[in-house]
């Protein structure tokens, strides 16, 4: 299976909720990621170097996969609510994993 990793750094406007909880952007982009049809993780995580800072890694079994899933109502819903909290967003990284541990 031929698997592709995106990463990415979101950059939140000035006074947008980071808590995790529901109100919160971590919560928002949560809301969105239940049933992805070949998502193999989805991981929203804060950067403890800069509060202002999420990091989002998701590992998808292909790039159609991916692309499929921003059709998704809950993803776009949750794309619509998410967005206006965020100021930046770096260009991300795609990567092919060679190796690792899963458990």
């Known amino acids: 299976m031929r698997q592709i990793r995106r990463r990415r750094t979101l950059q939140l406007s000035a006074g947008s909720a980071l ?5 919160g952007l971590a919560g928002i ?37 991916h692309q499929a899933s921003l059709s998704l109502p809950a993803v776009r819903e949750a794309i619509g609510k998410g967005r206006p ?15 690792g541990v899963h458990r």
Request: with cysteine; glycine share 10%; proline share 4%.
């Open 19 to 23: 808590a995790a909880g529901t109100g």
């Open 29 to 65: 982009l949560a809301s969105g990621s239940g049933e992805m049809p070949g998502c193999i993780s989805y991981v929203v995580a804060e950067d403890l170097a800069d509060a202002d800072a999420l990091w989002v890694t998701e590992i998808w079994e292909s790039k159609e996969a």
């Open 85 to 99: 909290l965020i100021a930046s967003f770096d260009s991300g990284a795609q990567t092919r994993p060679i190796s």
